[in-house]
């Protein structure tokens, strides 16, 4: 049962193109370094589907709970859209908000004309609540719209922020820098063990000596790491785990036993290297050539004017 | 009922799974494999998985009943070409395969499978000397 | 099979990562494969939930079996009543993001899983 009666869609309806005109002209005046982001026609599309939807929620009679009631969905669904896309495309939220707002200007001056006495004061009151309640959501989803972006960064940048490195045929290495929480643990996880595939690595060195603490869940998320490389087939190496962290390991009981530890990365290399077979020597000599080099280079400079 | 076909190559048996499996059709395969281990005498079970988009407790169970049985039976087993995703999700699910050995891939796998059959053979010189 | 296609379907069309797609077909896996070993047969239910500021993927099972007389058991790892590795109940918990179970002796066994993107 209808709650409220308007008349206001009547009205709408009747004067519609002349509303959608001035509409329009209010927000190119304050969106004029946008109007890149969004052609004059888009603009105007958006408008109308926007008065359409709103006719047609005002109609169903049901003003209170327009956050709620499904005769809304579809004014609710537009603007959600609408503000999404005007927070991706980094509008303000006041220039977002301004798409319900402006457009009270044009609709009052319309209803001065058309409504008299009570019956006007009645229909700007009913309206603008409505108005100032739509413009409310489009602020609320845009800044949910925000979040997610920034969320989104912080994913980019947890990826970024720890490079899988290719040390030698059959061997890659993650130095982690920084706190690790659960969320850059997964991170780290998911980035090492898809380089394992691609770099088709049988050894993988995990070197946390820049990582201050370590707490039991990303301890855990680490051995979690250790065992789903091997699982695919690769073994893991931990280097560099500090005094403390080793206590705190011992302290909460973490079992470490099929985990191959080192002392450095030097360490973990020089051991991977030798489990793949691998023998580094230094050539005969070598030290000697180039100390040679190097003093005459320095005879050289020596001779500079 | 479709069945997965082994491949007997040298020592070794090879198995791709190419489809998503039935439980009847993993059980018919537990089956067929340790008979022909004792068939055909061989050293060496190679499973390729890398098609597999998940493996569930069922399935690693089974995997893992294979590798006992076929160790009993002097043969070792080697699982290859595991996803990430799927061997992130076994560790959260709890399964460990124990007894199951793995590689990259199959061809990595056949030179696991070359290396552990090698090292018994030395141990068995090994221990001749002594 | 049908059960994992449509997971599977769904939880791509969602945005799920690569690894929850996963995660999330193998908790249907164990879930399912639950009702058909202990109850015969299940119902299955998948529903995409929207709050306006996430969406997430629900799945309920629900079979009308024997029932579950100790759940807290039932859930631990390793417990088993059958030749399992007792890894399914619990195991489904960890890999979704909520998990609700209601069993009753003789009447059946719902369980609600959920994850948000
Ligand atoms: N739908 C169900 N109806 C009745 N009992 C159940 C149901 N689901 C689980 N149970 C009981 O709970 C126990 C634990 O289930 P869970 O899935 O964790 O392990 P499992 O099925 O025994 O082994 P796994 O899943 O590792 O193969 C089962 O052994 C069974 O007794
Ligand atoms: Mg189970």
Redesign the interface.
């Known amino acids: 049962m209808p709650s409220t009666v308007t008349k206001t869609p009547e009205i709408i309806k009747k004067n519609e193109q002349e509303m959608l005109e001035d509409w329009v002209k209010q927000q190119k005046k304050v969106l004029q370094n946008r109007i890149d982001h969004l052609s004059e026609s888009t603009l105007k599309q958006q408008c109308k589907e926007f008065l359409n939807q709103f006719q047609t929620a005002v109609q169903s009679g049901e003003m209170k709970d327009i956050d709620q009631s499904k005769a809304w969905d579809g004014v609710r669904r537009f603007l959600a859209e609408l503000s999404r896309s005007r927070a991706l495309a980094s509008f303000s939220p006041s220039e977002t908000a301004l798409f319900v707002f402006s457009l009270k200007q044009p609709l009052f001056t319309l209803m001065q004309r058309e409504f008299k006495g009570e019956e006007l004061a009645n229909e700007i009151w009913t309206i603008s609540e409505l108005l100032d309640k739509l413009g409310l959501f489009t602020t609320e989803v845009y800044q949910q719209s925000r979040e997610d972006v920034i969320r989104r960064q912080q994913q980019e940048l947890l990826e970024l922020s720890t490079p899988v490195m290719r040390m030698w045929e059959g061997v890659i290495a993650v130095p982690i820098i920084g706190t690790l929480d659960s969320a850059r643990t997964q991170a780290i996880m998911e980035n090492l063990l898809q380089e394992i595939v691609d770099t088709n690595a049988k050894l993988a060195i995990l070197d946390i000596s820049g990582v201050p603490t370590v707490d039991t869940q990303t301890a855990q998320h680490l051995i979690k790491t250790v065992s789903a490389a091997k699982l695919m087939g690769t073994q893991c190496i931990i280097s560099g785990i500090r005094p403390q962290i080793a206590q705190t390991v011992v302290h909460l009981g973490i079992e470490l036993d099929n985990v191959i530890t080192k002392a450095t990365m030097y360490d973990a290399l020089a051991f991977a290297l030798a489990r793949r077979g691998w023998h580094v020597q230094r050539v005969n000599g070598a030290s000697s050539s180039v100390e040679k080099l190097a003093r005459q280079t320095s005879n050289m400079s020596g001779n500079l004017p | 009922m479709e069945r997965i076909p082994i491949l007997k190559v040298g020592q070794y048996l090879l198995i791709t799974i190419q489809v998503?499996l039935?439980?009847k059709m993993i059980l018919a395969l537990q089956d067929e494999l340790t008979n022909m281990i004792v068939k055909t005498g061989a050293r060496g079970i190679l499973i390729d998985i890398s098609a597999l988009?998940?493996?569930?407790?069922?399935i690693?169970?089974v995997l893992a009943q294979v590798a006992s049985c076929a160790k009993l039976l002097d043969a070792e087993t080697v699982v290859?070409g595991?996803?990430?995703?799927?061997?992130?999700?076994?560790?959260?699910?709890?399964?460990?395969?124990k007894g199951v050995h793995?590689?990259?891939?199959a061809e990595?796998?056949m030179e696991?499978l070359n290396d552990i059959l090698h090292r018994d053979e030395y141990a068995h010189d090994f221990s001749a000397i002594n | 099979m049908l059960i994992k296609a449509s997971v599977k379907r769904i939880s791509a069309l969602l945005g799920f990562s690569l690894v929850n797609q996963t995660k999330i077909i193998t908790a249907a896996a164990e879930l399912s494969r639950n009702a058909l070993i202990y109850a015969d047969q299940g119902k299955f239910k998948i529903s995409v939930l929207d709050d306006t500021r996430r969406k997430g993927l629900q799945m309920i099972f629900s079979d009308s079996g024997p029932g579950i007389e100790n759940i807290e058991q039932a859930m631990k790892d390793g417990y088993t009543s059958g030749h399992g590795m007792g890894l399914g109940l619990g195991g489904s918990k960890r890999l979704m993001d909520e998990f609700d179970i209601k069993s009753a002796i003789g009447v059946g066994t719902t369980i609600s899983v959920t994850k948000w993107v």
């Open positions: 998503d039935h439980d988009e998940i493996v569930d407790s069922f690693g169970r290859t595991m996803r990430p995703a799927v061997a992130i999700t076994m560790v959260e699910l709890g399964i460990s395969m793995t590689a990259l891939n990595d796998g696991l």
